[in-house]
């Protein structure tokens, strides 16, 4: 006699719900596709400098992968892009800056003099923090976190300028180029 009994099937496998952030990332990726690409991509540069969490490199990246020997003109016109959303991140920063010194009574002029150092909070934060702003404009830091941090703490704009433009420059043309010239394989470790 056969074992007549049914054989269990297994239910189809549901796909994994995304976050809102995969899923907003997905679709920018995607724009990268569309005939507005290059649009797509300048005003994604610009907001990534003060609000919009996806940065200007997902776009970047496909876009070079489809068209290798545009990416000198994307990278040029992402860091101009980018420089400009930088200027609205960092006035947005001076706004926060000057609305909660004053909502919360912060006196930036204390002065600090311990360690060797002999200036007020103030002069420290603005005077130093741009080399910080330039590293984090190199590194895959947000950028919008790099403008606003830069205005909140009053570094001089061109400091804070010639920072920005030296590590996005950086940044555009490093991730233009590792994909112009390495390709696809590059994807796998390049975080962007």
């Known amino acids: 006699m056969s074992d007549m009994s049914p054989t269990p099937v297994a239910a189809p496998a549901q796909p994994e719900k995304q976050s809102w952030y995969r899923r907003l990332y997905r679709?920018?990726?995607?724009?990268?596709?569309?005939?507005?690409?290059?649009?797509a991509m300048l005003v994604v540069a610009v907001i990534d400098g003060s609000v919009f969490p996806i940065p200007p490199?997902?776009?970047?990246?496909?876009?070079?992968?489809?068209?290798?020997?545009?990416?000198?003109r994307y990278a040029v016109l992402g860091?101009?892009?980018?420089?400009?959303?930088?200027?609205?991140?960092y006035w947005l920063g001076t706004l926060i800056s000057a609305g909660a010194v004053s909502f919360l009574d912060i006196d930036l002029n204390v002065r600090v003099q311990r360690f060797g150092l002999d200036a007020t909070v103030g002069e420290l934060l603005g005077k130093n923090f741009w080399v910080l702003s330039l590293l984090c404009s190199v590194l895959p830091t947000p950028f919008k976190v790099v403008a606003i941090g830069s205005g909140i703490v009053s570094v001089p704009l061109d400091r804070f300028l010639l920072a920005a433009l030296i590590g996005r420059t950086v940044r555009f043309f490093a991730v233009g180029g590792v994909m112009r010239f390495v390709g696809p394989p590059a994807r796998k470790w390049l975080r962007v």
Do not use: D, N
């Not at 490199?57 to 000198?72: S, T």
């Not at 860091?79 to 991140?89: K, Q, Y």
């Open 27 to 39: 679709w920018v990726e995607a724009l990268s596709s569309s005939p507005h690409a290059l649009a």
């Open 79 to 89: 860091t101009v892009a980018s420089l400009f959303g930088g200027l609205i991140g």
């Open 57 to 72: 490199f997902a776009l970047l990246v496909p876009m070079v992968l489809a068209q290798p020997h545009k990416w000198v």
